[in-house]
């Protein structure tokens, strides 16, 4: 987070609390292969936190990389006209506006979503829905989506301590980081169609964990679509319909995790320490202590994975 000196005003602990900022609970859908919308549930973390949401789906259905993502929440100001005025953050005859603006640091993509805008003759309370949709493929890692006002037109009556720019954001309602299939990273997952190979295999071809990022080039795991017990994985309905995929994903960690702890990077990697965003050894940290994966020995990681996979998505 960048510490920055603004030369307006713009919203406080006092303004927040002055104005009445309210929010139920965030919904979140997406389109089915049939072109249905479907809300999801998330699987329940014991570690969750308040506006952190891991985007697990609860039946293992929803997939970022072939389905969109909408994220729906009902707000409101049950005062509004605190905004405006003296003791507010913008002139009494200037116009706001409420947006959504996104980041991805990870996926390298950002925007911002205008939703509605008001003066100081709004009724209230101010309701607001708000919404945003992402494509499918389109995020990795972590997102941020901060609920923010801006000044959409500045009045007459400007005076100084007043922004006089219009789309100047003048302070965050409300933020929420989501983190898709863990922080930084995603299953590493490589389609393959030759009869002549085995159902499924993993590839380790990273030679700095710290530094390289968790992504198809330096890890992979190999689905064969074309192997005669390719049905069996039943890929179409989703991760929790299908043990014999749970079982694979499970033996693909462990043995990333196995063939970690052979190098000379495990301990910093446990430590949490020295590796950068996205890298391998962020991706390894994150699962091993988000999910509680038990590495002191092959039997227990073995172990401990199984149930944590199985429990988050076989039901």
């Not at 479907?38 to 570690?47: C, K, V, Y």
């Not at 922004?163 to 983190?179: E, M, R, S, V």
């Not at 301990?267 to 320490?273: A, L, N, P, R, V």
Request: proline share 5%.
């Amino acid at each position: 987070m960048q510490n920055t000196i603004q030369l307006y005003r713009s919203l406080n602990d006092k303004i927040l609390e002055r104005i009445g900022f309210q929010e139920d609970l965030v919904s979140f859908y997406h389109l089915t292969d049939e072109g249905e919308e479907r809300e999801f549930t998330l699987a329940e973390e014991e570690d969750s936190k308040p506006n952190v949401f891991l985007m697990n789906d609860k039946e293992g259905i929803w997939d970022p990389n072939t389905h969109n993502l909408t994220l729906r929440q009902t707000v409101s100001i049950e005062n509004p006209l605190f905004l405006f005025g003296n003791s507010g953050v913008a002139a009494k005859d200037s116009r706001l506006g409420i947006a959504l603006s996104w980041q991805s640091r990870t996926s390298a993509r950002r925007g911002i979503k205008p939703i509605l805008s008001f003066d100081g003759s709004m009724p209230a309370p101010l309701n607001a829905e708000l919404e945003i949709s992402f494509a499918p493929n389109l995020l990795r890692g972590s997102v941020e989506i901060d609920t923010v006002i801006f000044l959409q037109r500045p009045g007459e009556e400007t005076g100084p301590g007043y922004a006089t720019k219009p789309g100047t954001i003048l302070g965050t309602l409300d933020t929420k980081t989501l983190f898709i299939d863990g922080e930084g990273s995603e299953f590493p997952i490589v389609e393959v169609e030759d009869p002549s190979k085995p159902l499924w295999w993993v590839e380790c071809n990273w030679t700095d964990p710290l530094t390289e990022p968790f992504s198809q080039e330096y890890v992979r795991i190999y689905l064969n679509l074309k192997h005669r017990f390719n049905k069996e994985l039943n890929i179409k309905k989703g991760i929790g319909q299908s043990p014999l995929l749970l079982e694979i994903l499970s033996s693909s960690f462990q043995i990333i995790i196995e063939r970690l702890k052979l190098g000379d990077d495990w301990t910093d990697i446990m430590s949490g320490q020295n590796f950068e965003k996205g890298s391998i050894g962020e991706a390894i940290y994150y699962f091993v202590n988000t999910f509680n994966w038990d590495v002191t020995s092959p039997e227990k990681l073995a172990g401990s994975i199984r149930e944590d996979i199985y429990g988050r998505f076989g039901g």
